[in-house]
């Protein structure tokens, strides 16, 4: 067992004390919290991480002291700062995964992504994530959750239609063309993308294979709000709190922005890719 999932087993083993020396069921503590009584399971055996408001809101919840709460926020911090593997991290579970993006997520209000290997998860289609995450199991031996995974993903992309919410997109060409699942799957997650580019809220643009690049492509990176960053590699998964690191990825995020094609051209893009997929399809089957 890693030290991050361990770490996870302790806290979900506070607040179930917690709970429990308050005389109150899980779905009791739920409604009093507003959320899905999943969740309070999900937290309590360790197949969800808590983010600091959760655990603050349990912690007024049940009526613990303020040195509870004061511990409470130190095991997550700790948690969250955590550089686990993501081969330990994938074995909690895939599901697991994604319910925490979506926490993360619903406390979020300007949403930056660059993603330079493959659709960003808010904007994947089901059967797209499924190849994704046959990938991840096998590279990753990660837990046999892909239908719940999917699922939890197609629920986190309601978020989109949240007009409160601003959502900034950004992907390379190449990362249109990456066949990460076969053809017909991929020309309906470009209709997706397609679709998606005429929300309101969201600014979705493509960096063209002839535009003049700022930077070597490298990691993906997510930028929630001003407040924190994520960055995937191959074997960790980075969360930087740092206002420079945070800062270092906006000028980044930035410059990517002024060199790529949105809205009409944007689309323009995507379609090209999208008849050079048809072009493919008809030389397989003469």
Known sequence: MSSFQQARIDLGMHLRQLREAAHLSGKELAERLAWQPSKVSRLENARQTASEDDVVVWAQAVDAPPEVVDKLIAQVISLVERHDSWRQRHRSGLAAIQEDMRDLE?????????????????????????????????????????????????????????GRRRFRFLMPEAALRYRLAPLNVMRGQLDRLLAVSTLPNVEFGVVPFEAPLPSAVLNGFWIYNETLVGVATRTKELMLRDPEDIAFYGRVFEEFCEIAAFDDEARAVIVRVLDDFDRQTETATD
Request: net charge positive; hydrophobic share 45%; no cysteine.
């Open 106 to 162: 619903a406390r979020t209000q300007l949403f930056r992504v660059f993603e330079p290997g493959l659709v960003i998860g808010l904007l994947q289609t089901a059967e797209y994530a499924r190849n994704v995450f046959a990938k991840v199991k096998r590279l990753y031996s990660a837990a046999e959750e892909i239908d719940a995974a999917i699922r939890v993903r197609m629920q986190r992309q309601e978020i989109l239609y949240d």
